[in-house]
């Protein structure tokens, strides 16, 4: 069935370093491909969305390109700050399984100033 | 327009109650999920509506949990002879269904179950 896998946390790092956290995927179709965000305090919401190969979702900063040749989706910023101290999850849906979407486990950033 | 709505925000209950969950998805989405959260971990799956279907239920942890959905829309969580372990924030989120799959969850703020 349908998984994903990402880097488990925490990740720490100092402000304005470079951000990756892995995520890749096992899907048997072409599915599309999410980052949530979850703020302390505060409810998930959408980061950044890709619907297809060689898609790339941007927002806030942050980017992810969806490589289906490595069936990953990593989530990238090039200069953190503290403010995106968050969980993260990588996420995916496609029409096998009833378009049930997947949740990776999540990783918790924590960014020092 | 309105958001997905939960409630109550806040439960509090004694080991052995039953309690009952409300979300309210936002109009028009097909989609219906329930997940469970506990302090510091991530997403557990527990339901699956999707329109007219079958619900997904793998998710379920025993038989004391069962949803509902009336009419396609509100959506009813019941944690029958509640125990600590249950203690949680359960979140409900609704989306709309595309032909590649669920686009995106729109999540409620979660209601806070803590058993005593």
């Known amino acids: 069935g349908n998984s994903v896998t990402q880097m488990e946390g925490p990740v720490t790092l100092s402000e304005e370093a470079f951000l990756t956290i892995n995520c890749t995927y096992t899907a048997t179709g072409y599915p599309s491909l999410f980052w949530y965000v979850q703020y302390p305090g505060e409810g998930l919401q959408l980061l950044l969305k890709a619907t297809k190969a060689d898609d790339k979702g941007s927002n806030k900063g942050f980017e992810a390109t969806y490589r289906k040749e490595t069936t990953s989706f990593h989530l990238e910023k090039g200069s953190v700050q503290v403010s995106d101290s968050a969980v993260y999850f990588c996420?995916?849906?496609?029409?096998?399984?009833?378009?049930?979407?997947?949740f990776g486990a999540g990783t918790r950033l924590f960014v020092k100033a | 327009g309105a958001g997905v709505s939960q409630s109550p925000s806040n439960k509090v209950t004694e080991k052995g109650k039953d309690v009952e969950l409300r979300c309210d998805p936002i109009?028009?989405?097909?989609?219906l999920y329930w997940y469970r959260q506990s302090l510091g971990q991530g997403l557990e799956f527990l339901i699956y509506?999707?329109?007219?279907?079958?619900?997904?239920k793998s998710g379920l942890p025993s038989d004391r949990f069962s949803a509902e959905r009336t009419g396609g829309s509100v959506s009813t969580l019941t944690i029958q002879r509640t125990q600590q372990e249950d203690s949680a924030v359960y979140l409900c989120a609704s989306s709309l269904v595309l032909a590649g799959g669920t686009d995106t969850q729109y999540f409620g703020p979660g209601t806070r179950l803590t058993v005593l």
């Open positions: 509506f999707q329109g007219n279907s079958a619900p997904d």
């Open positions: 996420a995916l849906s496609d029409r096998t399984g009833g378009f049930k979407t997947i």
């Open positions: 109009s028009g989405h097909t989609a």
